[in-house]
């Protein structure tokens, strides 16, 4: 009973549920092989459609069903959790690099600087993204690389809105003006005292934009330029699936599922994060 | 506690979302389920099937149509694209010119009869026609046309339709920087056109004037020139003209015309070639294929443009019937890359006409589909890599799975040649054999296949449909060829064909006509230099043909001619179709008739054969 | 205040600059536009015709001079693909999707708010994770998939709905839920972390040991306060909106302006490309200057120097 007790405690304090998605997501992009004999690039057309294997002619061949094209959905739900898992991780290391340098040089120099930065972080929001990516992948092919750096470009002005503000903030703290006053070169402070100050800051808004990354695949597939085919990526699965929605439901749905529990992971962890970095709301936890 | 409860309620969640997606499949699931291939929501071919069991189950036809209505006849039409209002030939373009007048809103010349399926107009037997008499001075190379008397434009301050308004409508046609579809077939053999003394008087070239004009500027090809009034233009303005809804005579009388999204039209009762029983008729553009399905069950609209494959499902829904929209189209793919021209023969639009520079004509071992012209061992290596890409696709099972068994896998050559036609040859035929297929691969070098690259235009679905194109790429794995598929919207992709930069594999139809058989006197589809092509140019001796079929008169050495430029393409299988898919409408059971034009471009035509139940 | 306002207005100019830059830039580089007109019979003298037409005889900066010139008038030339002026097919679109903005708005404020507030207030209840599911789902489901799932439920099944099209109000439900759930979820993200913030904050701790009644406390200090942040994300917000509009106005037939720029980029029709894109970003950097002044209003705390 008392164990119970200090695991439900344990539950309650550390986010479980969403570090056990996470990993089983990590899993499945590592070993997807092991998972599954079949790779979701092939398949056989007999097996258009075919539903799930709790379906009295369903198969335990395909136990989430087949799509249009005969395709295991099980297995594509697998391998589509190496792109999602590869192209978060990519998108949100270079957009938050990216950003997080502007952010920092912005909030730190101030000024012109700033004001410079700062509206060349407008121009990214208001240009509209996806007539962008129409026309870039229209010029340059469909690809990827391509998707991947158009996804990095914009990801990362977010990034720099939120770290520039942090910094902003930090620079008046009295160890950073101590640095400055003693010369240390500019690299150095931001460096040593402003980049830790925002490493949370970085951690969090990187959490809760796997969401939105997958999204905007997934709309990229439904205007014709996204991740090429028979790669499985989920938001590509639910946007070609889509015309089967009223007549082969496990099409769409389980890749939408899987969407849907990545972006709630984490989501929950990013909130999670935030919760504990903040030291004040750690106290009041407590 | 805390994540108990969450858990909890993330499973509800997820719960509620399960339960959406079962609740809106659940009715279907018997068709669905079941994987037996051919058996599968199939309504039988002659598919106009009114399914009595669900009709009355669901639909409460009161619901759309409202009790007092019955004096009027209403109907709304679903389709994936309305085209911008452009009433001037010269400024139509490409992929809406054969609406304004399929549609019932303009005329041309000629009006053929209606034909039922299979598709076989009688040659020069045109319906009333705007034409009344003509006549042919073959010494002095002219015909004159006689035009009948009272036609009236939808505005009368337009007056009735005069030679002034014919000769009008075809010289803007033809004007210089014309973007009309058919702007170069009229000059092929038009010198001028021009009123005199109340008639249309046309100086044709010393080919000889077009034999079957008739045809030719009919809605047959759905793609003649439009006659529009001359005083519009001379009154409005070029500017004002073009767009003007009463600057046409059609059966239907456009009062409201929203590029991308309506048009309204009231019904011409007292139209002069065939008034219409409707009272009114709307189009509406809803791009989505399910929410066409959706909108057709829910009686919002009553007839629309579907894939076979989503036809029988609506229908089944509905309750009501489907309706065959001209012959089949063979499905299948270009090997592409193949510019065989020696010589810039048309002197083309644009850059890159130099033959000897074509850009995608690479005949390297990386492209080892496409052949060095007068390089026999190339050629023949070739020729063996495309055959071999044909006997690795099963269209008996395409046809199965993806056209729920409508179409057929039947053998098609390139431009609708079958097997009872007397030019057909066997070998034109590639069958699914993939034993054959890896001897061929084995024979050219390539045991291991390659790398196919693969492009899949998604939106043109009434061209080609996209998941057919993507099952052939899964057929190419399956035979060991490591397929780079590209699937991006066809107009992204026109200008590499235009600039003669496209040596890839991609997914098309047969390309024009339904049949020879009923094109007998019409010239071949020839790609031309600067232009659209499915990624081949003919070699010289051919290529300097097309002028020649244009202005040949015959029509049994036109179709010689055709069956040597088309069967070339056929005999070195350039072009493979799989699948020959017919091409279907679906229709809300309060749609009592409807007797569509039976052309061979599956468009929607005749709305004034629409009849709604009462 | 004044000389930030100056300031703000040049540094807008100068974005709206460098948009129609680069979007002259992607127009050219989509390709010559002609090439989607000419087909088999097009001559040599058509080609150039068109060319004189659409004004590409002459050198790039040139052609950008004039189109810049032109654009600032609100001139953005000649639809090839609809055959009259660009001004025209655009007008003709922006109350459709001004409508159905505005829809989805109504739907994100009325549902984000107070399931915002109430997750805050009544943190860790049952009603906090219905807030924060329901926000979850508005991130996680595409939107297109979702359009059309409802469409099937309400339309299709309950027949309660039309499927779609513009109409009377009811038309307005569907893609209004449809375009607004991600903005509500955002909403019910930032008003409860805001409120959370606040609602620990020392002056409603004193508050409340001063025995202010707790729902006066709520309405009267946090509320108001918790409303910055949305605020300040309604920037963010407008830049994402284009893209939901396109794949609202896409599912539910809907003519609006996401739709045009999208086909317009496919037809290679750069006078509509390019006039969409410029009042996309001059309406983003007028709401994003709007959206500053509020800002300071609201929160004397920020100085703007």
């Known amino acids: ?286 | 506690m805390k994540h108990y409860i969450k858990l909890g309620l993330i499973a509800f969640g997820l719960f509620a979302v399960f339960a959406f997606s079962a609740c809106s499949s659940d009715e279907e699931t018997t068709t669905t389920e079941a994987p037996a291939p051919a058996a599968k929501e199939a309504p039988a071919k002659e598919a106009p099937k009114p399914t009595a069991t669900s009709a009355p189950k669901k639909e409460a036809p009161a619901k759309e149509e409202a009790p007092a209505k019955t004096v009027t006849q209403d109907v709304v039409i679903g389709v994936p694209a309305i085209c911008p209002p452009i009433f001037n030939n010269r400024f139509l373009t490409g992929s809406c010119f054969e609406r304004v007048q399929m549609w019932g809103f303009t005329e041309g010349l000629t009006w053929m009869k209606h034909a039922p399926i299979p598709v076989q107009v009688d040659e020069d037997v045109p319906e009333k026609s705007m034409v009344e008499s003509w006549e042919h001075d073959d010494t002095a190379n002219t015909l004159t046309w006689t035009i009948r008397e009272g036609i009236k434009f939808h505005n009368p301050d337009f007056g009735t339709v005069d030679a002034e308004d014919i000769a009008f409508s075809f010289n803007e046609a033809m004007a210089e920087g014309s973007t009309f579809n058919r702007a170069g077939q009229l000059r092929a053999w038009i010198v001028s056109i021009e009123a005199k003394d109340g008639k249309v008087f046309i100086q044709c070239k010393d080919t000889g004037c077009q034999k079957d004009w008739i045809r030719q500027q009919s809605n047959y090809n759905g793609q003649t020139a439009s006659i529009t009034s001359k005083d519009a233009f001379d009154q409005l303005g070029e500017e004002a003209s073009l767009a003007d809804l009463d600057n046409m005579t059609g059966p239907f009388r456009a009062t409201k015309w929203v590029a991308g999204s309506t048009i309204e039209s009231v019904g011409v009762k007292d139209h002069w070639r065939h008034p219409p029983h409707l009272d009114s008729m709307t189009f509406v553009e809803i791009p989505e294929t399910s929410v066409r399905t959706a909108a057709l069950v829910n009686g919002e609209i009553h007839l629309s443009d579907l894939p076979p494959k989503f036809v029988a499902e609506a229908v089944e829904k509905s309750g009501g019937s489907a309706q065959q929209i001209g012959g089949g189209k063979g499905q299948g793919w270009f090997a592409s890359g193949q510019f065989w021209a020696q010589t810039d023969y048309l002197g083309a639009a644009g850059e890159g006409n130099d033959p000897a520079a074509r850009p995608g004509y690479m005949h390297d071992d990386d492209h080892p589909w496409i052949g060095e012209w007068g390089n026999d061992e190339s050629m023949e290596r070739a020729h063996k890599i495309r055959k071999a890409m044909g006997h690795m696709v099963d269209g008996e099972k395409l046809n199965n799975a993806i056209f729920g068994g409508l179409g057929s896998a039947a053998p098609l050559a390139y431009f609708g040649w079958t097997p009872d036609m007397p030019e057909w040859k066997d070998e034109w035929f590639i069958d699914y054999d993939p034993d054959k297929a890896q001897a061929l691969l084995d024979e050219a070098g390539y045991s291991d296949c390659f790398t196919v690259p693969y492009w899949i235009p998604p939106d043109v679905t009434v061209v080609i449909d996209p998941e057919f194109a993507e099952a052939v790429a899964q057929f190419w794995s399956d035979g060991g060829c490591k397929v780079e598929i590209e699937k991006t919207a066809y107009s992204a992709r026109r200008p590499t064909l235009v600039s003669r930069d496209l040596n890839v594999f991609f997914a098309w139809n047969t390309a024009g006509a339904a049949s020879p058989k009923d094109t007998n006197g019409v010239g071949p589809w020839v790609p031309r230099a600067g232009s659209w092509n499915g990624g081949f140019e003919f070699p010289d001796e051919l290529g300097k043909l097309h002028p020649v079929i244009d202005a040949e008169p015959d029509s049994d050495k036109r179709r010689a001619y055709n069956e040597q430029v088309t069967g070339f393409v056929a005999d070195w299988h350039i072009f493979i179709s799989k699948v020959e898919s017919t091409p279907y409408w679906a229709l809300h059971p309060t749609v009592a008739e409807w007797n569509p034009y039976q052309g061979n471009i599956p468009y929607f035509g005749n709305p004034q054969t629409i009849k709604m139940k009462e | 205040m004044r000389t930030f306002i100056i300031r703000r207005v040049i540094y807008g100019l100068a974005v709206v600059w460098l948009v129609s830059f680069i979007v002259f830039g992607l127009s050219r580089a989509a390709g010559d536009p002609r090439d989607l007109y000419i087909d088999e019979y097009t001559t040599t003298e058509s080609w150039e015709a068109m060319g004189r037409e659409m004004g590409l005889d002459k050198p790039l900066i040139v052609q950008y001079t004039l189109w810049f010139g032109n654009a600032l008038t609100g001139d953005f030339g000649r639809s090839m693909y609809h055959r009259t002026s660009a001004r025209a097919v655009i007008g003709e679109r922006i109350r459709p999707t001004l409508e159905l903005t505005l829809g989805g708005l109504f739907f994100a404020v009325i549902t984000g708010f107070p399931l915002g507030v109430l997750s805050a207030v009544r943190r860790g209840s049952v009603w906090d994770y219905i807030g924060r599911t329901f926000a979850l789902y508005g991130q996680a489901l595409p939107a297109f998939w979702l359009g059309v799932m409802l469409i099937l439920i309400f339309s299709v099944q309950l027949k309660w709905l039309p499927t779609s099209q513009r109409g009377d109000w009811t038309h307005f439900i569907l893609p209004g839920i449809t375009l607004g759930w991600g903005a509500s979820a955002a909403f019910v993200r930032l008003v409860r972390s805001s409120m959370l913030e606040v609602l620990d904050s020392e002056f409603v701790v004193l508050a409340r040991a001063k025995g202010v009644a707790t729902r006066w406390i709520v309405w009267k200090h946090a509320f108001r306060n918790a409303l910055i942040a949305p605020m300040t994300f309604a920037g963010v917000l407008l830049a994402a909106y284009l893209t939901g509009t396109v794949v609202t106005e896409t599912v539910f037939a809907w003519p609006g302006l996401g739709r045009l720029a999208v086909q317009s980029v496919f037809n290679n029709d750069f006078p509509i490309m390019t006039g969409v894109v410029m009042i996309f970003a001059g309406f983003f950097v007028i709401a994003n200057f709007i959206v500053d002044l509020l800002y300071s209003w609201a929160d004397p705390r920020i100085r703007l120097e």
């Open chain 1, 1 to 286: 009973m008392k164990q119970l007790q200090s695991s439900w405690k344990f539950v309650r304090v550390y986010p479980v549920v969403p570090l056990i998605l996470i990993g089983l997501l990590v899993f499945a992009a590592v070993f997807a092989e092991l998972i599954t004999t079949n790779n979701g690039e092939g398949g056989d057309l007999f097996y258009r459609n075919f539903p799930p294997s709790w379906y009295e002619n369903g198969s335990t061949y395909y136990i989430l069903g087949a799509d249009p094209l005969g395709r295991d959905v099980f297995a594509r739900v697998i391998f589509g959790a190496r792109i999602s898992l590869m192209v978060a991780t990519i998108v949100l290391s270079l957009g938050g690099l990216i950003g997080t340098l502007i952010g920092l040089i912005a909030g730190y120099k101030g000024g012109q600087i700033d004001e410079l930065l700062m509206r060349f972080v407008d121009l990214t929001f208001a240009i509209p993204f996806i007539l962008v990516a129409l026309v870039v992948v229209i010029v340059l092919g469909q690809s990827m690389s391509v998707i991947v750096l158009l996804l990095i470009i914009f990801s990362w002005g977010a990034f720099a809105r939120q770290i520039r503000g942090e910094s902003l903030a930090l620079k008046g703290r009295d160890y950073v003006s101590i640095a400055r006053i003693s010369g240390a070169s500019t690299p150095y402070i931001l460096w040593k005292h402003i980049f830790p100050g925002v490493v949370n800051t970085l951690f969090v808004i990187g959490s809760l934009r796997v969401g939105s990354l997958i999204l905007t695949e997934s709309v990229l597939s439904y205007l014709g330029v996204g991740v090429p085919p028979p790669t499985p990526a989920w938001g590509a699965m639910v946007s070609d699936g889509r015309d089967y929605i009223a007549t082969a439901w496990w099409v769409t749905f389980f890749p939408g599922l899987a969407i849907f529990l990545t972006v709630m992971a984490f989501n929950f962890l990013g909130d999670w994060l935030r919760d504990y970095l903040d030291p004040r709301l750690r106290q009041l936890r407590e």
